[in-house]
């Protein structure tokens, strides 16, 4: 799908990290863009700021009326939808016998329901004018789920089994999909979690530019790519992981410490 000033784009999780980086890169290129994030300031701030018309649409993914609702809402400004954009994440890390069964709960009502309400909401539009595209950002947590990202993981691989069979589904409607997975962004994703990140984590602000992801992004979408792995190495994980865990165990182990696969049987 060609991304200019036709295009009309609604981006979930838009307030900060990849969701804004991929709203400003939008932007860029024309679009008008549907802002959706809890925080009304900040997505009405950020539409006020970007260049050409766009709208705030505060509103939270793991509530499927609200989401309906802003869907509805950006329909009606933009006069329609080409774009939808399935990004707003959360993350809760820890081993699971700490961070227990209310944290997996969260995540999968924000990462995983989330994402079915926004593509369930939006899809009929697309189709109505068999014309458009679905991007969904999973994770390399999908592909190999981490120690102390039990419940992250498992909400990622569910939107990744999602978007892979979704994708199918679409065949010959004239609507596509695309999924994205990162591996370590600069975000504030785990901002709230500092002292709880495991050792293998090598996040912060030293990881791949938000920026970077939202351009190979849009690539990706004008070229109707299956997915995007970013950086790279996460497709090398995937598939090594794919072919034997045992092998993916030892080369993360290699890579990021004892922590990232400590058992050996
Ligand atoms: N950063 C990474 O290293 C990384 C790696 C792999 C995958 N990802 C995925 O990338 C996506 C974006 O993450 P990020 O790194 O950009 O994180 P981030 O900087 O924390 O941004 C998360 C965005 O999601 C929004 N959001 C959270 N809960 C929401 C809710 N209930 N309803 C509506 N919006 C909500 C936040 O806005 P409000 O708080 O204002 O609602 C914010 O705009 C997530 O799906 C994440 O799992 C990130």
Do not use: C
């Amino acid at each position: 799908m060609r991304i200019d000033g036709s295009t009309r784009a609604l981006v979930t999780g838009a307030s900060r990290g990849i969701g804004r980086a991929l709203a400003e890169a939008l932007a860029g290129r024309g679009a008008t863009v549907g802002l959706l994030a809890r925080s009304a300031d900040e997505v009405r701030a950020l539409a006020a700021e970007l260049p050409g018309e766009h709208v705030a649409l505060p509103a939270d993914v793991s509530d499927r009326a609200s989401v309906e609702r802003a869907v509805e809402r950006f329909v009606a400004a933009a006069e329609g939808l080409d774009l939808a954009v399935a990004n707003a994440g959360i993350a809760r890390y820890g081993p699971f016998r700490e961070t227990g069964v209310d944290a997996v709960e969260e995540m999968t009502a924000v990462n995983w329901l989330g994402t079915v309400y926004l593509v369930g909401a939006a899809l009929p539009h697309l189709l109505d004018r068999a014309h458009g595209h679905v991007v969904v950002v999973s994770s390399g947590a999908g592909h190999r789920s981490f120690p102390g990202a039990a419940g992250y993981g498992a909400t990622k691989a569910a939107q990744r089994m999602f978007g892979e069979a979704l994708r199918h589904e679409l065949s010959g409607t004239g609507v596509s999909l695309t999924m994205v997975y990162p591996g370590e962004v600069a975000t504030d994703l785990h901002a709230h979690e500092k002292d709880r990140m495991p050792d293998w984590y090598r996040g912060g602000p030293r990881a791949a530019s938000a920026d970077a992801l939202a351009a190979k992004v849009l690539t990706a979408m004008e070229r109707d790519a299956r997915a995007v792995h970013f950086p790279p190495l996460v497709r090398v994980l995937g598939a090594v992981h794919g072919l034997s865990p045992r092998l993916s165990d030892r080369v993360l182990r290699a890579l990021r410490g004892a922590t990232a696969a400590p058992r050996r049987d």
